[in-house]
């Protein structure tokens, strides 16, 4: 069993940027995919991104293209989301995810984060 903890959400103006951090409790976390995904109210969680467990290859939801960043330090057990140039329909939360195997849904995803909150004002 693997717990991950979100951090680095909260409320933003357009145009902002905010860093997520996600901390996993256990190191086997450095040898899993992760990834982040969001949800919005009254809509699905969808995918966001998604990076290898050596960091070598990562993949975005086309909407993040360019503005997102996902990154992770397996010696901190840590995957970061860097999020860049917010728009108010980034507003959603943001959940950490992680897999032994390839994510690109949620059906994917064998471990979750609680959840952090990310508001993007106009």
């Known amino acids: 069993q693997v717990q991950l903890v979100e951090s680095g959400g909260g409320l933003v103006q357009a145009g902002d940027s905010l860093r997520l951090s996600c901390v996993a409790s256990?190191?086997?976390?450095?040898?899993?995919?992760a990834g982040w995904f969001r949800q919005a109210p009254g809509k699905e969680r969808e995918f966001a991104a998604s990076?290898?467990?050596?960091?070598?290859?990562?993949y975005y939801t086309d909407s993040v293209k360019g503005r997102f960043t996902i990154s992770r330090d397996n010696a901190k057990n840590t995957v970061y989301l860097q999020m860049n140039s917010l728009k108010p329909e980034d507003t959603a939360v943001y959940y950490c995810?992680?897999?032994?195997?390839?994510?690109?849904?949620?059906?994917?995803?064998?471990?979750w984060g609680q959840g952090t909150q990310v508001t993007v004002s106009s």
């Open positions: 995810a992680a897999s032994p195997g390839r994510i690109s849904s949620a059906l994917d995803v064998e471990y």
């Open positions: 990076i290898t467990w050596n960091g070598d290859s990562t």
């Open positions: 256990r190191p086997t976390f450095r040898l899993y995919t």
